[in-house]
């Protein structure tokens, strides 16, 4: 457990500076960075990382994609465009490599990288887009959100399983997940969001948070926090390995570490969405 805390003291520590400056270049790069390593995770556990002509594309993709959002802001459309005929261009490109493969790529496997490696890139990159593009509200932040939704129902759901977990929650996906590691990580995440928008309010006078939609949508993320974690635990079993790297002692690989911030962002965009559509304002 000390390993896991210190090693997560310092993601933290590491984390701020590029939340902090996350309107320069340092915010994409950090993104750029993290993608690249866990699309490399994500291949190396199916066993594909040896394929560099099949894989090459993803490692560009995933790192240019970033960069292409904070250059292009001022067109979503443009960047959205290159992504729909990135994701055909490599469809086709890796389906060609199935065809002619003779049996050494298997049809599944394909299917497995193409659906869970876009999946990394497309989530990763949400959280420029949500800082970045969301005219109608403060992107600067609703991103935070991503974070904080992530971070705290990890966190409570660890220790709140640690010393209160007795029953299982699916131990044939993940052993030691509890059910009451799961509603703590669910209520300290709805706190978290009440909280962050206590914070919002004393920093920005302008900002009038919605609590109760705030510790709603805290409710909703820790949920799709925890799907996600589980999500990408199925793969591992799947394949059966335990983690999908060892850069971070006591977490494992980036992946999973940043496994329900993937799911998260989707989350937080679907609340954007919502809120769109809606027009019950967050803050």
């Known amino acids: 457990m000390l390993k896991r805390i210190i090693t997560g003291i310092c993601l933290i520590a590491v984390s701020l500076p590029i939340l902090i400056f996350s309107d320069t270049w340092v915010f994409p790069c950090a993104i750029a960075f993290v993608s690249v390593v866990c699309v490399f995770e994500m291949i190396r556990c199916m066993g594909m990382h040896k394929k560099i002509a099949m894989t090459l594309p993803l490692y560009i993709f995933s790192l240019i994609f970033p960069f292409l959002l904070r250059g ?26 199935v065809i002619f493969s003779k049996g050494k790529v298997k049809y599944n496997d394909a299917c497995t990288l193409c659906l869970t490696v876009f999946y990394i890139i497309f989530a990763l990159n949400l959280i420029i887009y949500i800082r970045d593009y969301n005219r109608f509200m403060s992107g ?37 997940k509890t059910v009451e590691g799961a509603i703590g990580g669910i209520v300290f995440c709805a706190i978290g969001f009440a909280a962050f928008g ?34 990408m635990s199925v ?25 329900s911030m993937l799911a998260v962002s989707l989350g937080v965009e679907g609340i954007i969405i919502f809120t769109y559509l809606t027009h019950i304002p967050l803050f």
């Open 140 to 176: 600067a932040y609703l991103y935070i959100l991503i974070f904080i939704g992530a971070w705290v129902t990890d966190t409570f759901a660890y220790f709140t399983g640690v010393f209160f977990g007795k029953h299982k929650l699916v131990p044939d996906v993940s052993p030691k």
């Open 198 to 231: 206590l914070v919002v309010s004393l920093i920005d006078k302008t900002a009038s948070p919605n609590y109760l939609y705030l510790i709603v949508s805290g409710l909703f993320i820790a949920i799709i926090s925890q799907a996600g974690d589980l999500i």
């Open 72 to 97: 292009f802001k001022a067109n979503a459309f443009f960047v959205a465009a290159i992504a729909v005929m990135a994701i055909i261009f490599y469809i086709a490109y890796i389906f060609v490599w």
């Open 235 to 259: 793969i591992k079993r799947h394949y059966s390995i335990k983690d999908y790297g060892n850069i971070l002692p006591g977490h494992g690989g980036l992946l999973d570490r940043l496994d």
